[in-house]
Structure formats: C-alpha cells, structure tokens
C-alpha cells in the first residue's frame, strides 16, 4: 500500500463524504493487503491517545444523490445513500448503544407476554393502561425500524425488515378497541338482535384469535436479533479489551492511502500475533452461510406453526355440545314422570316433549343440520304422546324397544357396532330416585335407589374423515417441509462451501496432472465472467428503459476468491516455467508434502527453438529509460501472442532477446510416461508454422501503430535517423534437455543443448546476411515442399564448435509495402476474447484441411512482402550460389553484382557473399570444399 495503516485511538478527524461507501461503521481495507492493527511505537505514526462517548461532529461535504445515481446503485442502495455519513453512524450507534438495547429487550419481553398477563392479573378497567403501553410499544418498535434502516445498508426492506414489520403491526390487535372493531366487522347483518351479533363476532373472534396468537410468535424473532447483537457486543468488547479500548470509546483504523475512519465494530477477531495485533475480518461465506441458516430456521418454525393450524380439524368445522346437555334434560324429565304418582299428564307431556325435540334437533338433516348427527338412542322412559306442539315422534322411539335395548333412527346403521369407536360419540345421563318398595308380599316398604339411564349414539364419520384427511395432510406436510428445509440448509452449504471446495478439488486434480491447463482454466472463467456480465448488461438495459435502477455488485466470497487465487496461482506457474516446467510443477504437486524440490531431473525432448533479438536495443534502453520496460513489453506481447497462435511457446525473456519453442506433440504411452510423436506430417506443419511464425511477427511489428508511436520520438530520430523497430530471428531444430536451472534460490524452466546455442548463432548471423530470418539447414529439410520452394539458400557455413558444414536458408520479405493497422489503436480489447480468436486461429492450423503453406498466397500481408521479388532475381542469385559453392569465383561475381540492386535496394547475402570473396580476390582457396566457417557469433 502506499502509505500505512495506522491504528488511532483518538479523536476521530471529519469523514469524507463517500457516494460508494456502503457502511461507514464496517472495517474498510486494502482490497491487496490486510490492515495491521499495532500499539508499537513508530515516527511515521501519529500519538494514540483516546476519545470518550460516540464521537464528535464531522463536518460533510455536499452529496449528489441524483436520479442517475439511483439508476447506478439501485434503489434500495439509492434510499439507504440518500442518508449522509454521519445520519447512519449515529442512527446505527443509537440502535446498538447497551442502554437502548436493554430498553428494547424489556419492551419485547412486554410486546410477548403484555396481554396475557392482562387478562391473568387484571379486569376491564386496566385495558386502557395496557392500550398506552402499546401504542408507546408501537412508536418504539417503528422508531427502531427507521434508524436501522438508516443506519445498516443490509437491513432496509430486508428478511428481518419485513418479520420487524409484522410483528410491529401485530401489536395493533393488542389494543382492545382495535379488536373490538375487528370483531365487530364480522358481528352479523343488520337487523340480527346485538346478543346474536355478539355471538357470531365471539365465534369468529375465537378464531382470529388463533391466527393472531399465532402472528404473535413473530415477535420471538426480536429475541433472536437481541441474542445476536449481544453476542456481537461481547465480540466487539473483547477485541477492544486487547488493544485497551474502555467502555465509551471507540476504536477507529485510519488508512493514510485512502484517509477513511470507521470504528471496528463488524471488523472480526483480534488476534495477537508477532508483534502486533492484526484483525482478522469475518467472512463473507461464514456470514452468509449463519445467515441463511437463521432464516431456514426462523421461516421453517414459523411456517410450521401457522400451517399446522389449517390441519386442525376445529379451524373447518363447528362443534356442539347440546348433544349430551340434551340427554341430561330428558333424563330430568323421566325421573320428574316418575316421581309423579299421581301420573301426571304435564310431567309425562314435558319428557315426551324433550325427546321429540332432541331427536328432530339432532338426527340427520334436523334442525340443526349437524354434520355429526344422532343416530341411535335408548330412553329412560317410554314415549307416549306422538305429537307434541307441531313436533312429531318418530316411530322408532314409540313403544317399549326404545326404552329395553334402544333403537336406531336411520336406515343405513343398525346398532352402535356397525361404527368403529373413532367414528362415534356415545353420550350417557342417569338420573336416580329414591322409591319406596316392598321386598316381598306382606313385607313393610323399604326405601329402594332406583336409577334411570339413556344412551345416545351420534354418528361423526364425516368429522372422522375430515380429520383422517387432515392428519394425512399434516404428515404429508411435515415431510414436504422436512425435504425442503434438508434440500435448502444443503443447498446452502452445497452453494457456499462444498461445491466451490469440490470445483478447486477438481481443478486441482487436473492442474496437478497438466499444470499448463490452469492458464486456460483461468481463459475459461474469464470467458463465462463476459458472457455473464453481458446478460447482466442486456437485462439492466432492458429494465433501464423502464426506469427499473441497476443493482449494485456484491463481493465475492471466499470461497470464489480461493478458487480464483487457485487458478491464478496456476497460472502464473504455467507462466512463469512455461511448458519447459511443467513437469517440474507436476510433480511437485503429486507429492502431499509440504516440501518443494525444483531440482528434479531434465528429460530430452525434440523441438525447433527460435531466437529472436530486438535490434539497437541498448540506445532504445538509454533513451527511453523507465519506458523501456513498456517498449519490451509492447514487443513481447505482438510475439508471444502470435508464437502461441502458431503452437509454439515462450520460454525466456532475456532482456532485448526471446526465445522460443515449438516443442514436438507428445502421446501418453502409459504408466504416466509420454513420448514424442514422429510422424513427419506433423513435424513438418509444426516447422511450417513456425518459419510462418516469426513471418507474421516481422509484419505485425511493422504494422503496429502503438510501436510506431517510437518513430515520432525526437530523441530516438535524432541517435537514430529514420528508426523504425526491427527484429532478427533464428530458428534450429533439434534436441534438448529440458528441466529446472538454478538453485533453491531462483528457478528457471528452460533448455540446454547446442541447439539451442545455434538458434541464438543464427539470429546474430542475420545481422551480418542483412536478412531478417535465417533458418538452418536442419529445420529447412524438415519442411513441407511447398514451403521449401520460397526459401532462398543464401550460404553454407560451420560455426564455433563445430565442424559440420550447415546450410543458411532465408525468407525473402520486404515491410516497406506494409501499412500501419489504426483499427485496434486505442480501442480497449478484450483479452479473453484475443485468447479465444487465438485459439480458434491454432484449432484450424491444426486441422487436416488446413496447410500452412497456403499462407503464402492468401496472406495480404505475406502477399504485400513479398511483392517486390522476381524470377529473375530468384533464378540468377541460384546461379551464382551455385557457381560460388563450386568454386568459380568470378562467374559467381558477375551474378551477384546483377543481384546486390536488382530488388532497388541492396541485397544482403549478395553483398555478403561478394564481400567475402573480395577478401580472397575472387579466387576460391585451394581445398575449397563450398562452405566456409562463420567467424561472427
């Protein structure tokens, strides 16, 4: 970073106004590096002394909270930034001080348990108390739902918004005369009697009372948030215990860099490590996991008890209790007729009147239309009158049968044993008299218990079946629920820890087999982050055209980042050793040791290296000094990027110079052990791109309108008039050891052999030609015939070391024909969208119906190069190549005079060539066998 992070106890100095600082009162930080909390004593930090209350005034700087802000961050953002800096860290202090918390606890408790304790300890009279105490509840509970929404982002129109919400206008039904209008909304028609009305709104009130003290658990959840708050103020306490923060203070973490103040209380744990004390924040996964976690929970209860409710079968059906009220009445009415020995009629009319009623009230279809109705009934006493006030006796309860066994009043039912026990309720009364009775004839009269019983049978099969269905429903419900809730807690864990520990698993396990596919793991994510934010922009485009304000971005969790880091981490291995170190890092990585050997054994391998040098690079250096750097890497990125798109790789940056590689494709033998492939159409495309290769860099580098940017500077014109940026390039086949160079200390990834040496020897050579491209002897016999036919043979030579004679060959290419390409300059590209056009470019070279040699009359820009050649140039430098190898001198001057300006400018291997057979005076030396020796590294 570039300042440090200083931890200051003392006053905290004015807060900037931020439009992006989402909560002022959370730890901001180095997005790079983590803050140190330290009490060590250093000049560059400033005294730490201390501040006592809730901090002091601030002085805000002018906010432009406009309509376009509202589209940028959304509107639940847009209402929560509308609120300066200072408005949220007080409303958010204000919630959270101890003193308001234990206020608030105290009330809830109240808000649980306020009207209970009404209706157990007081009457009437005290409602009106408890009326006030609930509209100051009322006012309390919204007060703290307007500073929380101002004080917290996270909060407004939230999970825990909304349950504030319901249970804070549940407190409404509290109030009695509330509840008395809703009661009396649902009181009767016009006309009903009040008593009746009164009635009807107590049965419906019975029942809204169960929703609502239902409803009421709701306020539970304020517990809940009270529990977390004071686990987080203990958290909040201990760290400030550890830097020696007291009670009233608060704890501020200054950042030089970005000059923000905000007191640690989300930041995380404090831990004592080293010298200093470090905050280690929460994260976001463990946040958001315990929070999904209290919502399954608090949703799961609260859907349980208020759906559970519906499978009562009370909720769906009315009961009655006139049922055994009635038997009871008759049963009086018997033992009065009984009791009458002078038989009196009204005694015997009132029982007989009581029977027919309750049987016509009763039985199916009565009068009272119960859905649980009477269906079998045994009397005290016969029934003598059939007709009584417009009600008239079944036949069935007429004559002695009715009073002996009983008798059923329905058609379909015989006896109570045609029901099982579950679908019946069977209601009995008694009533007894004492009676005056002779044991036998001629004995005196005793006082004898004579007792009257009647059985009545209803028949509840349809309150059996409703609540069968019910019961089956409830089950089936709690399962549903019980499904749901384990799919959704898993689907939370799943989502937020074992899938993204699964997906680095995976890649893990591949990176470990093929490290050099992290970099195209890290392509592929890249590729699905575009096409995702390219829906995100096609969806908030077409929601903007209805004024609907974009969303702000969330930060990625941890999880994201580590499997991020994972593939970056790959990557910037594959990068750094390249596919020279691959196997270095593979098995490295086989081993679950924490222990790291670079220095494994090399492997021979058969590859064509290529050196490529840029040219007067040490007066570019001492020009263009600290934009040096950029000039390379200017170069770097027109040569890697079109090596890679013809298979090849880079291996070694050094300095002014590249070298590259086409590695041959290997197979997989098995037992983990690969070999090279030789199948000579294969080598001979590889060698076939690589000469098109470094073709197609020479034109991209001199079409490149960012590196003709250098011509126009002064400095380099005035050293060297008419620069321009030029490459030479060298390419060799052979073999090499590949493998780890270096030490413990420092590791490079590269190749040893002489091959390689001769790659470097060929590309200074050029210098010497005036060519571009030299490419050796060995690589141009591997070549396609087609590719064969446009390389010039230009010399045959040994070099330091060697004896064995090489043929020089060349490309002919001229740039001056070539135009700068202005369609790229300074328009921002996509670098995942290069990587995917690159290797969509490599898929088709590799492809059997593609022959890389076509390039050569297809490609505008080879086509442009190469315009300035002749047959006739061609046809008379063979002629006098052919003569200067067999020795005649002099015939191989004339030609190669004709030659060195017949293109219009001079033709390096001609004037080479006549160079040195001037230093002989065009006289062959005795033994000369058509080569000579390279004296120029």
Known sequence: MGGQLVLSLSSPPPVPSLPHLNNHSSLMTHPQSPPLLTAEKSPSRPPLTRTHGHGTKHKEGKQDISNSHAQETGWKEYLCGIFPNKAKLWSRKTVEHPVNSSIMTLLTIFALFGDDIKLCTTDVKADQYFNYVTIFLIFMFTAEIVLTSIGKDDYFLGFFFWLDVIATLSLLTDITYVWDAIQSLSGGQAGDSKLARAGRAGRVGSRAGRVIRIIRIVRLIRIVKLYKHAVETSHIERQHSLVGVGPGETLYVQDPEVDKHTDVEKGGLLSDEGD?????????????????????????????????????????????????????????????????????????????????????????????????????????????????????????????????????????????????????????????????????????????????????????????????????????????????????????????????????????????????????????????????????????????????????????????????????????????????????????????????????????????????????????????????????????????????????????????????????????????????????????????????????????????????????????????????????????????????????????????????????????????????????GALHDILTPQTQTYCRQIDRVTVKGSKIPLKLYTVDVSTSRLKLDHTAAGQPRSKGKVRRLREAQKAKMWSHRFSVYTMFENDPDLIAMREHLSEQFLNTFRRGYINYEAGEWRVARDLFTRTQFMLGTEDGPSATLLHYMAEHRFQAPDHWEGYRELTEK
């Open 276 to 776: 200093g004390l470090e905050l280690e924040p929460q994260s976001r996964v463990g946040k958001k996991l315990s929070e999904l976690t209290t919502r399954r929970v608090i949703i799961l209860v609260l859907v349980m008890i208020l759906a559970l409710q519906m499978f009562n079968t009370e909720q769906w059906t009315t009961t009655s209790n006139s049922g055994e009220y009635g038997l009871y009445t008759l049963t009086e009415y018997s033992r009065s007729a009984e009791l009458d020995a002078t038989f009196n009629a009204t005694h015997q009319e009132a029982y007989d009147r009581s029977v027919i009623a309750y049987v016509e009230y009763h039985k199916k279809n009565g009068l009272f239309g119960l859905a649980d109705y009477l269906f079998f009934v045994e009397l005290p006493r016969e029934v003598i009158y059939n007709e009584l006030g417009g009600l008239e006796a079944p036949s069935e309860i007429l004559g002695p049968d009715a009073v002996k066994d009983g008798v059923s009043i329905v058609d379909d039912l015989d006896k109570p044993e045609d029901l099982r026990s579950q679908e019946q309720d069977l209601y009995t009364a008694s009533a007894c008299y004492t009676d005056m009775q002779s044991p036998s004839l001629g004995m005196p009269a005793v006082p004898v218990e004579v007792c009257l019983s009647s059985t009545a049978v209803f028949d509840k099969r349809a309150q059996s079946q409703l609540s069968a269905a019910l019961n089956m429903g409830r089950t089936m419900f709690i399962c549903l629920v019980l499904a749901l809730s384990a799919m959704f807690f898993s689907k939370d864990a799943n989502e937020l820890v074992l899938n993204p520990i699964e997906r680095m698993i995976g890649k893990m396990e591949k990176i470990r087999e093929n490290p050099l596919v992290a970099a195209k793991m890290g392509e592929e994510d890249f590729r699905e982050e575009e096409e995702d934010d390219a829906q995100a922009k096609g969806r908030r485009g077409f929601l903007s055209l209805r004024g609907v304000p974009k969303k702000a971005a969330s930060d990625p969790y941890e999880t994201v980042i580590l499997e991020k880091t994972i593939i970056k981490i790959g990557g910037l291995l594959a990068l750094g050793f390249g596919e020279a170190g691959a196997e270095i890092i593979a098995n490295n990585m086989k081993h679950s040791d924490g222990g790291l050997n670079a220095m494994v054994d090399g492997r021979k391998i058969n590859a064509i290296f290529g050196f490529c040098d840029i040219r007067q690079f040490t007066d570019a250096t001492e020009i263009l000094r600290e934009k040096v750097m950029v000039f390379v890497n200017q170069i770097a990125e027109i040569v890697h990027g079109i090596v890679d798109q013809f298979a090849g790789a880079a291996n070694k940056n050094i300095g002014d110079a590249f070298l590259l590689v086409w590695k041959f494709p290997e197979r997989d033998v098995g037992r983990g052990e690969k070999e090279q492939v030789d199948d000579p159409n294969v080598i001979s495309k590889m060698a076939d791109m690589s000469v098109m290769a470094f073709l197609k860099i020479i034109a991209a580098i001199s079409k490149s309108s960012v590196l003709a940017e250098y011509r126009d500077n002064k400095e380099l014109s005035e050293r060297i008039p008419n620069y321009r940026v030029k490459m030479g390039f060298g390419l060799h086949v052979g073999w090499a050891i590949e493998g780890a160079i270096g030490s413990e200390f420092k590791v490079d990834a590269s190749y040893l052999s002489p091959n390689v040496n001769m790659a470097s020897r060929l590309e200074a050579a050029t210098k010497q030609y005036g060519v571009p491209l030299l490419i050796s």
